[in-house]
């Protein structure tokens, strides 16, 4: 598909966004339960099996420093889920399995499956909004408590992407101006109600380093570059294997969902591969000038890079091509 081709869909699909949007806001209360602290954990995973965790509330965070598992000279993930999802959920098992093939990394998961399992505009503008504060203490208490900021990776899908967002923000915030999270990545973060004039997007202000990945973007996910990067395989939407043929779906039907949720098995593939013996999600910007070649999408994305780029995957696992992938739509 052409570039022109594949704008003038994104303004379709921006449309009836829009009218999905207001009917979704109608569809539900404006009267929300307030979340506390205490129904957001922190699971510490150390494996081998998904079952190897502990569980921390959210003012603890510097407690799993002492856990005898974690790894000081290591870095350390921490993985939000999205909306209606839980760590029981197929991608926080897919995230945490792919970790745990690796021991070279610490990884945290959020917990935040009370706040999520309600209607989405009270878990987008309400619950997210009580979480964002006390995540970021928290993650400011692990930098307190010893862990080298760069050292810190926050990775959220969908839902949980803006809420990594919107704890950047306020982590900096918190800390009077002087902390930022220095590398955020996001998988597919979600749109709708997050746009100018009401609650503010994931951006790469959030961050030192924002990676985005979009894998249903002009309707599950914003269709413009939020981060520093972006990434849009297979353009970004429709992905291939997943039935597509409406643009009119809500958020659990198979035809949007499924090309959502490619954002986190591309992610946990690129996890998985440690030894780099596998082929690599490889992208090419929009744009290519003389000097510029092929990076790598997913966990080994370098931070020296900015832009649009674009690949190819298979249509089922394992979804990385390699060079094979390399494309520009």
């Not at 922190?42 to 502990?54: A, K, R």
């Not at 970790?99 to 209607?119: E, F, M, Q, S």
């Not at 951006?203 to 939020?226: C, R, Y």
């Not at 591969?273 to 080994?300: H, Q, R, Y």
Request: some cysteine; charged content about 15%; hydrophobic content about 40%.
């Amino acid at each position: 598909m052409s570039t022109r081709a594949m704008m003038l869909s994104k303004v379709l699909k921006l449309s009836i966004f829009l009218n999905f949007s207001v009917l979704l806001v109608f569809q539900v209360s404006f009267v929300a339960a307030r979340v506390e602290a205490n129904e957001t954990k922190l699971i510490f995973y150390y494996g081998p099996e998904f079952t190897d965790s502990q569980s921390y509330e959210l003012t603890e965070a510097a407690e799993i420093l002492k856990n005898p598992h974690f790894h000081q000279n290591q870095e350390t993930h921490i993985y939000l889920h999205g909306w209606t999802e839980s760590q029981n959920s197929t991608s926080t098992h897919t995230i945490v399995d792919a970790y745990l093939k690796r021991r070279d990394l610490n990884l945290i998961t959020v917990d935040w499956a009370k706040a999520a399992d309600v209607g989405y505009f009270e878990a987008a503008a309400v619950n997210i909004e009580l979480i964002a504060p006390v995540l970021a203490d928290s993650i400011l208490d692990l930098y307190y408590a010893g862990i080298d900021r760069k050292d810190l990776r926050v990775v959220g899908h969908s839902l949980g992407g803006q809420l990594t967002g919107m704890t950047g923000r306020n982590v900096l915030k918190n800390s009077n101006n002087i902390i930022q999270i220095y590398r955020i990545d996001l998988l597919d973060p979600a749109w709708p109600l997050f746009m100018p004039g009401s609650i503010p997007s994931v951006n790469k202000s959030d961050a030192e380093f924002v990676q985005v990945i979009h894998t249903e973007s002009g309707t599950f996910s914003p269709p413009l570059p939020l981060g520093h990067v972006d990434f849009y395989p297979n353009g970004g939407s429709n992905q291939p294997g997943c039935t597509n043929g409406t643009l009119f779906y809500s958020p659990n039907s198979s035809q949007g969902s499924c090309s959502h949720h490619r954002s986190w098995h591309f992610w946990a593939e690129s996890v998985e591969n440690v030894n780099g013996t596998d082929p690599k999600f490889l992208a090419l910007p929009l744009i290519s000038w003389p000097d510029t070649g092929p990076i790598e999408m997913g966990i080994n994305c370098p931070i020296n890079v900015e832009g649009s780029y674009f690949l190819t995957t298979n249509s089922e696992y394992p979804f990385a091509k390699g060079e094979d992938g390399l494309a520009s739509f």
